[in-house]
């Protein structure tokens, strides 16, 4: 397996899976649209292992001309978050699930893809009963459109037999954090330290709830893994993305900021209502594929308050750097 279509490749996690790749040899056919740009592939872009190709995962002819020859494909294209998707439902549905549904419809019939890697998300999970820990074996409960076209597509996936050599695993991230060449703020951890690295208050809204977090390097290192597993340990299966140790609630990160930043300005807005409260364990992709993260929610925010402290980025409040 030597070639490797990545859906998303300028985007926040697409663009460090494909420099991943690349570091491991790998021929990567980068397929994106490019909605925020493609400076995120500048510095590969001339790479000897990279083929670039602008493109829609909607358009039938787009995927067709980017399968060619592909051995494995990472599917990482899509309208992504609970307020892009609410802000821009039609196109999260026509995405989503429409195209992402072409993708893996053309992909099923194309011999030479042997392999179909989702990022699904822990969204799914919505909201936790009481305060056990969640798994690929608990009850799905989306409570946003973002989520539910996750789940359904994660469901469409895992139940297609129509080919016993077609591998497909569906992989429920973590929120997501860190530094990435298409860089992100609109994200929990990335926008706490980057409000209060700039000297502003930082509002909390209900700081009680939990989340699981992981960096994005993680992320997409966790996809490299999945496709170098021997197949009958991932075909047809789904994996939680993460650490069982990185779950948080809003205020303990507002807690390791302090530790950064001990004269931080932190407020705390009563919220006793949040669909989404769960914690992850994610112990199965530990034992089944050994996989191990190599940051830390602590390490990440030192990542994100260092580029801001020493003005690697003009202007982080740029829109460029959010989803909507």
Not at 187 to 208: D, P, S
Not at 242 to 263: F, L, R, S, V, W
Not at 290 to 305: H, N, R
């Amino acid at each position: 397996m030597k070639r490797i279509l990545v859906t998303g490749a300028a985007g926040y996690i697409g663009s460090v899976l494909t420099r991943q790749l690349l570091a491991k040899n790998y021929t990567v056919r980068a397929f994106d649209v490019l909605n925020f740009g493609g400076e995120a592939l500048i510095d590969v872009y001339s790479h000897k292992n990279l083929e670039f190709i602008k493109g829609d995962i909607r358009k039938e002819a787009d995927i067709r001309n980017a399968i060619k020859d592909v051995d494995a494909v990472v599917h990482l294209a899509a309208i992504v978050g609970d307020p892009a998707c609410a802000a821009q439902s039609d196109v999260a549905l026509a995405t989503n699930w429409e195209g992402s549904k072409l993708l893996f419809d053309i992909c099923q019939d194309t011999p030479s893809v042997k392999r179909f890697v989702f990022a699904s998300t822990c969204s799914n999970y919505g909201k936790m009963e009481g305060h056990d820990f969640l798994n690929e074996e608990s009850p799905l409960r989306p409570v946003s459109l973002y989520a539910e076209l996750k789940v359904k597509f994660e469901k469409y996936i895992l139940e297609s037999k129509k080919r016993s050599d077609f591998i497909a695993t569906a992989l429920r991230f973590a929120t997501v954090y860190g530094l990435s060449s298409r860089m992100r703020f609109d994200l929990t951890v990335n926008e706490f330290m980057r409000e209060v690295a700039l000297g502003r208050e930082l509002v909390i809204f209900g700081e009680q709830f939990w989340r699981p977090y992981c960096h994005v390097a993680d992320l997409a290192g966790a996809c490299v893994i999945v496709l170098e597993s021997e197949e009958s340990k991932v075909a047809n299966n789904v994996f939680g993305v993460g650490d069982t140790n990185e779950n948080y609630q809003k205020k303990m990160i507002a807690d390791e900021i302090i530790k950064i930043i001990p004269n931080a300005k932190i407020k705390y807005v009563q919220r006793n209502v949040d669909p989404r409260d769960y914690r992850v364990d994610f112990s199965k992709i530990t034992n089944i594929l050994g996989f191990k993260i190599s940051w830390t929610v602590p390490m990440g925010l030192e990542e994100i308050y260092s580029i801001i402290k020493n003005g690697i980025l003009s202007n982080p409040d740029s829109i460029k750097y959010n989803n909507i």
